[in-house]
């Protein structure tokens, strides 16, 4: 009998294990592990004296083996394809949808909006021009002044144009009365009463006379005065020059209130109403008031109510705005404040009006004014 070797911590094998290690002793060559399933169970049965039908013996004192549980990981599933025609349809659905705004909606508005942004963008330029031009309204005055230069010239190539068609003018040698000294002008100027004149200096040295007089007489008066001078003079009898004499202080020829007849000329026919159409002034909101003096020495209000800087109304009075024939005057007054304590009547005289309206201006801090004469035949 061999002599049975020894191993390291023997005395911890089982009875099982002692067989299995007799086993290998005693075989001549290895264990061939690529057997079958059948044979290697048969291989595990003889080596632990069981049967391969049979049910182990339980033994108490035998140790349960560990029991690792394994499970196979679960593949990934394939991406589920819907086959059913109302899902194709619905989707084909959306595809078009999404191709009819892409190609429609989406480029209209895209449209709208590049407008919206151009406009903006030009409005920009164009406000940049302006302040450039102006500099915070350093060369504002400069810039108004240009213009007011321009109106002054036509009014002098007008004037000039008169000289030429003046009787006489064509004939040779014609002598014209000399226009009078600064001295005589200015003693000429003021002796009328109701009535503003201003002289200046017209193309080619003659003297040219702006503003108003009293009455027609006053007018031929002026002019017979001013010898090869030009009066550029108009007639505003009275109430007229009193208003006129009233708003003086206040007139802007910059920023101030407009008057105008709307649509039409300033000449209108007896019977026919008379629109008038209104812009405040733009230095400042507040209040706008507008009205009419006739030749019959009553004023009609035809506007009195608060009103933003530069915004533009119409007044149309219908029947209440037919005036007598004669010589009308409107007026347009913008100020900061209300200018009367309350709303004046619609209809009141003139005298009242022009004495209620001078106190009126006196006390505002601020005020601008301007005028229009209109006629009725």
């Not at 033994?59 to 029991?67: F, G, L, Q, R």
């Not at 009819?100 to 940049?128: C, H, K, S, W």
Request: include cysteine.
């Amino acid at each position: 009998m061999a002599k049975e070797k020894t191993y390291q911590h023997q005395e911890d094998l089982t009875e099982a294990d002692r067989a299995v290690l007799r086993h290998y002793e005693d075989a001549k060559e290895p264990i061939a592990w690529d057997k079958s399933d059948d044979a290697i169970l048969a291989f595990a049965a003889s080596i632990h004296e069981q049967k391969l039908d049979a049910e182990p013996e339980a033994d108490a004192a035998a140790e349960e083996p560990t029991v690792v549980p394994f499970r196979r990981p679960a593949q990934a599933r394939p991406m589920t394809v819907f086959r059913s025609p109302v899902a194709g349809l619905a989707i084909a659905a959306s595809l078009m949808i999404g191709v009819v705004v892409g190609q429609t909606v989406l480029p209209q508005f895209n449209e709208d909006q590049a407008r919206d942004y151009a406009q903006v963008i030009e409005d920009n330029e164009r406000l940049a021009e302006q302040l450039a031009r102006f500099g915070d309204l350093e060369g504002a005055d400069e810039y108004f002044q240009v213009l007011e230069e321009n109106v002054t010239l036509q009014a002098e190539i007008e004037d000039l144009r008169r000289i030429d068609t003046m009787p006489g003018a064509d004939q040779i040698g014609t002598q014209l009365a000399a226009a009078p000294s600064p001295m005589d002008l200015g003693q000429l100027l003021t002796s009328f009463s109701c009535a503003s004149l201003t002289a200046r200096t017209g193309p080619g040295g003659n003297v040219i006379v702006d503003g108003y007089v009293g009455s027609g007489a006053d007018l031929t008066r002026l002019q017979g005065s001013l010898g090869t001078g030009i009066s550029r003079a108009q007639v505003a009898a009275p109430p007229f020059c009193t208003a006129l004499e009233a708003l003086h202080p206040f007139a802007s020829s910059v920023g101030g209130p407009t008057v105008r007849p709307h649509d039409h000329g300033v000449a209108f026919d007896q019977g026919e109403s008379v629109t008038l159409a209104a812009t405040a002034s733009g230095l400042f909101g507040g209040y706008l008031y507008v009205a009419v003096l006739s030749s019959d020495g009553q004023v009609r209000q035809l506007h009195q109510d608060a009103t933003s800087a530069s915004a533009e109304v119409v007044l149309d009075g219908g029947q209440a705005l037919v005036m007598p024939s004669g010589q009308m005057l409107a007026i347009a007054i913008s100020t900061p404040q209300p200018l009367f304590e309350a709303a004046r009547p619609e209809t009141e005289g003139a005298d009242a009006y022009l004495a209620a309206l001078s106190t009126a201006l006196e006390a505002q801090d601020n005020a601008a004014a301007s005028h229009v004469f209109l006629t009725t035949n």
